[in-house]
């Protein structure tokens, strides 16, 4: 494996890929699970970063099904914080989408078991104990993680991801953080204040859509307002956007500068700060 569980996530790992979710990590429907919740992106350059570390990469349906293992991994380590509950709402919601996938009933005794060891809230714990006791193989509705949930807790996970980035020289997955931070600040503004238009997703013009009802807000408020971060909004996500296309490993194969990575990370920071004060 090119990545491990954090030592307290072990045992919680351990009895999820105890339920044999291979398969499932290479379906279709994983797939759209990824989508719904907004986690496309940032898998697929998990699982590009853990092709490129291995020595030996296969095709083989097992090597891939090796390597979405390993980025499952990564990706629990990453939601994970004792002072949140976002890795709990995902284990709970990809273990809803894989029990419809699978169409038959899952043994999550030993998945509860862990959650609880964990501190998980009393309401997925029962959620999930009710799905483990039901007689029926029924599917149940997937329980999505909202797309408008972003803040200042996640925020601030992703600066720390971006700052280990770049003291790791990683400077590609600082902007990889980067993409999909701001991406999930301007879902989320977005879907709170201007909803009817929040199936896009183009990141150039998502920021455009955020900085256009800032202003608007801000001069309909007669508000003064520090022009200079808004403009920011789209000077960094053209930042990011084009050093993502023209930097990127999985792209051109040359690694970004340490000043553009720290550069973004700051830009990220202060602006994500200012969009999270609008998001009701």
Not at 169 to 177: K, M, Q, R, W
Not at 238 to 245: E, F, G, I, K, L
């Amino acid at each position: 494996m090119i990545h491990t569980p954090i030592p307290i996530l072990e045992p919680l790992i351990e009895s999820i890929l105890e339920l044999s979710i291979g398969e499932f990590l290479l379906s279709k429907e994983f797939k759209r699970y990824l989508s719904s919740i907004n986690l496309d992106y940032f898998w697929r350059e998990e699982y590009e970063y853990v092709e490129r570390k291995r020595v030996f990469v296969s095709a083989s349906i097992e090597d891939k099904k090796t390597n979405s293992i390993d980025v499952f991994i990564s990706t629990c380590n990453s939601y994970y914080s004792p002072d949140s509950d976002e890795l709990f709402v995902l284990i709970k919601s990809f273990l809803f989408a894989f029990h419809n996938w699978e169409k038959e009933e899952i043994k999550l005794e030993e998945v509860i078991k862990d959650l609880k060891l964990l501190g998980a809230p009393d309401n997925i714990i029962q959620e999930l104990d009710k799905k483990n006791n039901s007689l029926s193989a029924k599917p149940v509705e997937n329980t999505e993680i909202h797309k408008g949930i972003y803040n200042s807790i996640k925020l601030e996970a992703s600066i720390l991801k971006m700052e280990k980035t770049i003291l790791n020289g990683e400077y590609n997955l600082t902007l990889t953080y980067a993409y999909s931070c701001l991406e999930g600040l301007f879902k989320a503004y977005i879907h709170s204040n201007i909803s009817e238009i929040s199936q896009e997703s183009d990141l150039a013009k998502l920021s455009k859509l955020v900085k256009k009802d800032l202003v608007e807000y801000f001069i309909e408020s007669k508000m003064q307002y520090p022009e200079k971060v808004i403009d920011l909004i789209g000077t960094i996500t053209n930042a990011v956007s084009n050093a993502r296309n023209s930097f990127s490993e999985s792209h051109f194969d040359n690694d970004s500068d340490k000043w553009l990575a720290e550069f973004v990370k700051d830009c990220v920071n202060s602006i994500g700060r200012l969009i999270l004060k609008f998001i009701k």
